[in-house]
């Protein structure tokens, strides 16, 4: 009850604009007892700004004055009350890339926390643990602040960051971690789900322990997201137009949903894969057109197979959890 309190006291101090069923930030939208976070598409300010929106209200959050964030680093904690967010140095004139950090704001406590010390863009994707008390990350080391050198030789690796300790620790046999792909943990914090390679082949489902390093590829795909339930992996195929679900033992791949059929103009993809409900009941999709630049935000009922188109040209989603009570 109490951190209720505090976050919605929180959101009435920072609340921008109410929002109903559909926001009025830059197209935003709510859900039902959930918390959702979008990227911005404020203009001459790409990546500065994340929004964290509810039924109670929208609160803008800004990358700290030195840094800008880096695209697809970014999550929401579990409780809706801490973001983590790659992020890149720059100086105050051309915006260039120097160093990398990792970086956690406190929606409760107004703050900035910085963890690390990595190349130039050598932040990736990264993901809270199911209880909140840890973040993987992917991540290059190597070359730090003002060395113009690059580290492209070094390969990105999964990290663990223990956030009461702020203890960084490497997964073994973890390397060739796509570092833009989604992370994703196993309900029980005992493994992630990742992708293994770039876009092009190959490109692989994989799931490693977070201790030993012990690592299992499951399936052709990208952009995994593990099932609350533990039940499922959805991930999309290498057109970006199948979403497909597998158990975590590699079996009963399934396709729950095919851009290519249809009837919807230019040829459809989805951007970042597919994102769970907190009930695991529904799936909700980023689709872009490469034609167009078009964009829609689905979600799928997995019991009925409906799909509800929830909005137009939106900003992409991030994160999706569940509104504390």
């Not at 990227?39 to 990358?63: N, R």
């Not at 004139?93 to 929606?107: D, R, T």
């Not at 789900?193 to 190959?202: I, K, L, M, N």
């Not at 095919?258 to 799936?283: C, E, N, V």
Request: with cysteine.
């Amino acid at each position: 009850m109490r951190n209720r309190l505090l976050i919605a006291l929180l959101l009435a101090t920072l609340l921008m604009l109410p929002c109903a069923s559909y926001g009025k930030i830059n197209g935003t939208f709510t859900l039902p007892d959930s918390v959702l976070l979008f990227e911005t598409d404020s203009p001459g300010a790409p990546y500065d700004e994340l929004l964290v929106v509810s039924t109670m209200g929208t609160v803008v959050v800004q990358a700290p004055s030195s840094f800008w964030g880096q695209l697809d680093t970014m999550a929401l904690a579990p409780g809706a009350d801490r973001i983590v967010w790659g992020l890149s140095l720059h100086d105050d004139f051309e915006k260039k890339s120097f160093k990398s950090v990792l970086g956690m704001y406190s929606l409760l406590d107004k703050s900035w926390k910085t963890y690390g010390d990595f190349c130039a863009n050598g932040v990736g994707s990264a993901a809270f643990s199911p209880d909140g008390t840890k973040i993987a990350f992917a991540s290059r080391s190597g070359i730090t602040l003002y060395d113009s050198r690059s580290c492209s030789d070094n390969p990105y690796v999964l990290q663990i960051l223990d956030i009461a300790t702020g203890m960084i620790t490497t997964i073994p046999n973890s390397e060739g971690v796509m570092e833009n792909a989604r992370l994703s943990w196993s309900p029980d914090g005992r493994y992630i789900a990742f992708q293994v390679g770039g876009w092009d082949p190959p490109h692989r489902i994989a799931l490693i322990d977070v201790v030993s390093g012990t690592k299992k590829e499951i399936a052709d795909g990208i952009n995994p997201s593990w099932s609350p339930n533990g039940d499922w992996i959805a991930y999309t195929d290498r057109s970006m137009q199948k979403c497909i679900l597998i158990h975590p033992d590699g079996t009963g791949a399934k396709v729950v949903r095919d851009l290519g059929k249809g009837l919807r103009f230019g040829y459809w993809i989805f951007h970042q894969g597919a994102m769970w409900s907190p009930d695991g009941k529904r799936l909700l999709f980023d689709e872009e057109t490469v034609d167009s630049g078009g964009r829609d935000v689905t979600i799928l009922d997995l019991s009925s197979g409906k799909v509800t188109k929830v909005s137009r040209n939106s900003p992409f989603v991030l994160g999706w959890v569940a509104e504390r009570h």
